[in-house]
């Protein structure tokens, strides 16, 4: 069984920067990909980042793309989001996800979800 913790959302201004990370176990991490997503009060989870198992093939999100990076520690079993140049619209819940192959760009391929960390911008 799957189980992601993600951590280190927070109240920044305009402007500021967060790191999210998310810890994941029950699976051998670095055989899956791993994937960032967001809910904004109202509106669809929307897909921001994935990479590879590996970490070598990343894709992003034309709305966060040069803003926010993803990365990860496979001997931490651990997966990262740097956000910068943060905006009131990046505000939402951020979620980790993992899928079930080695590399994935698709949304629906990613089945294994956390709780979700808040993230609020205020300009």
């Known amino acids: 069984q799957v189980a992601l913790v993600e951590s280190g959302g927070g109240s920044v201004q305009t402007g500021g920067s967060l790191k999210l990370s998310c810890v994941a176990s029950?699976?051998?991490?670095?055989?899956?990909?791993m994937a960032w997503f967001r809910q904004a009060p109202g509106k669809d989870r929307e897909f921001l980042a994935s990479?590879?198992?590996?970490?070598?093939?990343?894709d992003y999100a034309d709305s966060v793309r040069g803003r926010f990076t993803v990365d990860r520690d496979n001997t931490k079993n651990t997966v990262y989001l740097q956000m910068t140049n943060l905006k009131p619209e990046d505000t939402a819940v951020y979620y980790c996800?993992?899928?079930?192959?080695?590399?994935?760009?698709?949304?629906?391929?990613?089945?294994?979800w956390g709780q979700g960390t808040q993230v609020t911008v205020s300009s």
């Open positions: 996800a993992q899928s079930r192959s080695f590399w994935t760009n698709a949304p629906t391929r990613f089945d294994s």
């Open positions: 029950g699976r051998a991490f670095s055989d899956f990909a």
């Open positions: 990479l590879s198992g590996a970490g070598r093939m990343k």
